[in-house]
């Protein structure tokens, strides 16, 4: 078995955009060479990767499982070569960051421990709290900068946002669910399910505002503001859920599989990134971390 990382960044592209030519145009490459290196890769790992639809095409079972690794094997890679390149930092001084109660149960585990080691001298202070509550904490300079779900921000002439990524949010589903038969899903297949809503970061107005733009309106079955009881509950088959990339994982905490599929007529993005204060300039340490955590969550993101 043997494949390189460039097919697998190939790989990760065709997943992401379920399109040969946009997964072409996007590793500047021709069609005709995305398609080589597919079949090569599927041909030595002796797996079906890709269902080949009309309009595309669309991870199979064992495409999914692979796509975890292929991710992993690129952002391992990526922090190999980082570790060369990026020093461990020598400034001093304490910087306080607002985070979303998201972004601190998916982004701040992953991250945490990698930033203590880069700034050894730095006092680093993450306060969670609710999107609100962080942008007045940032008007009245207690915090250096917030990391947000900047897709849920208002406009706000006070506020700067910068995206660092940009995940998509897809319906989750049972192993086996009968709406995995269908070769296209639309948003009106899901709308006489159970519908497992999570409570948190503003995703309630988010979700019920996007559906009522299409016509619709969830059936809402169950409330949470856990994830791993949305988790749970989808893998069970009690209900469907639609949440971002960024905190998919496949499996529940039963060992239970969970499967994603995109929707045709429903493309929202889950955006994360930072919130600065404009015209009001930051400390040197505050742009030093908020520089090296834009290339750690970005490199999450292109995990996810």
Known sequence: MRFTLRQLEFFIALAQTQQISKAASQCNISQSSMTVAMRNLESSLNNQLFIRLPKGIQLTAAGERFLHYARKIINESQIAI??????????????????????????????????????????????????????????RHETDFSLLLTSNIPPDAALNTEIFIRSPRRLWVAQGHPLLNQ??????????????????????????????????????????????????????????????????????LEGLRVMRRSIADSTTYMDVGAVTLNNSAMTEAATTVLNYLRRAITRLGDES
């Open 82 to 139: 980082d570790d060369l390149l990026y020093q461990p930092q020598l400034e001093k001084g304490t910087v306080n960051i607002g985070i979303a109660k998201t972004l601190s149960a998916y982004l701040l585990p992953a991250i945490i421990l990698e930033v203590e080691q880069h700034f050894p001298l730095m006092t680093i202070n993450f306060i969670e709290a609710n999107p609100q509550v962080l942008t007045e904490s940032l008007k």
């Open 183 to 252: 070769s296209v899903i639309h948003l009106a297949d899901i709308e006489n399910l159970p519908f497992l809503l999570l409570d948190t970061d503003e995703y309630p107005d988010v979700i019920t505002e996007h559906w009522r733009a299409q016509g619709g309106s969830p059936n809402i079955g169950f409330t949470t503001t856990s994830f791993e009881t949305v988790r749970s509950l989808v893998a069970k088959g009690k209900g469907v859920t639609i949440l971002s990339d960024l905190v998919y994982r496949p499996w529940s």
